[in-house]
């Protein structure tokens, strides 16, 4: 269970309820702090949700107490990178894997493959079929190529957008992070698990992508498939703040 905690007119979380209650146990959390999860009707004091795991002693509290660290704030969370910021990032991502990929490609014989193509296709005039098996003995030729294009991008965006970056060179210029549902770092295999959800989006005439323009937390399809969100702002700039909250939380 995800628990919210509302302190001075603002909600902070969803935190994990094992963290809530250690919080309290440890006196970083008031009693009088207040507490909401899926299914109350409304927020209740922390000492009436979780009686049992209360401090021995009250600790002291007043405006300035600080959140518990560790997690973005609401407003943060909500922060959802639009639709053509996205767009931006991944045409420059495009322009970035061009490189790498056109030499994989020329290293694979493209320009001998194409110029047969062509000479296959001149050829054969209007014979549909024959225009057909030219493309496709072009295509099984030079499918390793494409499927080392392929992989080569999946490992990009996945290891770059699970890295300390969490975003890739276009999310990082455009000022955009991957994260999870609590705004936290995604690991390796969600990322792999989130490219790879993208030939849903793809298949689907591309509504997969286009549902970033009207889903309420701006998610693709591959988003709600990975549980993943994008959100404004560099990562360094979140665990900078989060390590000032750390430091005033402990002070």
Not at 110 to 128: H, N, R
Not at 139 to 155: D, F, G, K, N, R
Request: neutral net charge.
């Amino acid at each position: 269970m995800e628990v919210w905690i509302g302190r001075d007119g603002q909600r902070h979380g969803p935190y994990k309820e094992e963290d809530v209650r250690q919080w309290l146990r440890d006196g970083q959390l008031a009693r009088d702090d207040l507490g909401w999860y899926e299914g109350l009707a409304d927020w209740q004091p922390l000492s009436v949700l979780f009686p049992d795991a209360l401090a021995a002693t009250p600790p002291p509290f007043g405006p300035s107490a600080a959140v518990p660290p560790s997690t973005n704030t609401t407003a943060a969370l909500e922060d959802y990178a639009g639709f053509w910021k996205r767009l931006v990032a991944y045409i420059i991502d495009a322009i970035v894997l061009f490189v790498p990929n056109t030499l994989i490609m020329k290293a694979f014989g493209e320009g001998a493959a194409q110029a047969q193509l062509q000479q296959a296709v001149l050829s054969a005039g209007q014979d549909v079929d024959r225009v057909f098996a030219a493309y496709g003995q072009y295509y099984e030729s030079m499918q390793t190529a494409y499927l080392l294009t392929w992989l080569l991008a999946w490992l990009y965006f996945a290891v770059c957008e699970s890295s300390a970056w969490q975003g890739t060179v276009g999310k990082l210029a455009l000022g955009i992070r991957v994260t999870d549902l609590q705004g936290r770092r995604i690991s390796f295999p969600r990322a792999l698990g989130r490219y790879a959800a993208k030939i849903l989006s793809a298949m689907i005439l591309l509504i997969g992508f286009l549902m970033v323009a009207w889903t309420r937390r701006k998610q693709g399809l591959h988003d709600m498939l990975a549980n993943t969100l994008v959100l404004n702002g560099r990562a360094a700039v979140f665990r900078e703040r989060e390590r000032r909250d750390d430091r005033s939380f402990h002070a």
